[in-house]
């Protein structure tokens, strides 16, 4: 796995290490998305991904340093093509707001992580996803 083309390629960003864990425990489980990367920081992100080339970007809303959404929106100026998705905690319709506005192909919801493969299948097929708390 990894190496089949049928496989997505995802950029976990998460500055909290049990969080991060978990999460790529949980998408490495599915059998078409793999964790490819991660960074514990936006700026670590910026750093780590012209060697990459991810299929999707997960970004945690809360980041140190520069915020998960100036992250977002910096990858879209650099990297266009690779759509961005951010994950919060935050549940207040106006964060995902923000984060579409920002550049974001999705907003999802951290309290529900079933929600998160098929949502990262939706965006990489060229449609927007935000949590259903949301809609």
Known sequence: ????????????????????????????QEGDLAVC???????????????????????????????????VSSLRERYPDIPCAILSGHGERHYAEQALNAGAKGYILKGNPDEIPPAIRQIMNGEQYVSRALQ
Not at 3 to 24: G, N, P, S
Not at 37 to 60: F, M, Y
């Open 37 to 71: 990367e991660t960074a514990d920081s936006g700026e670590k992100a910026l750093e780590r991904l012209p060697a990459i080339t991810p299929d999707l970007v997960l970004v945690d809303l809360s980041l140190p340093g520069i915020s998960g959404l100036e992250l």
């Open 1 to 28: 796995m990894g190496k089949d083309t049928d496989t997505a390629r995802i950029f976990l960003v998460e500055d909290h290490a049990y969080m991060l864990a978990m999460l790529q425990e949980f998408i490495n």
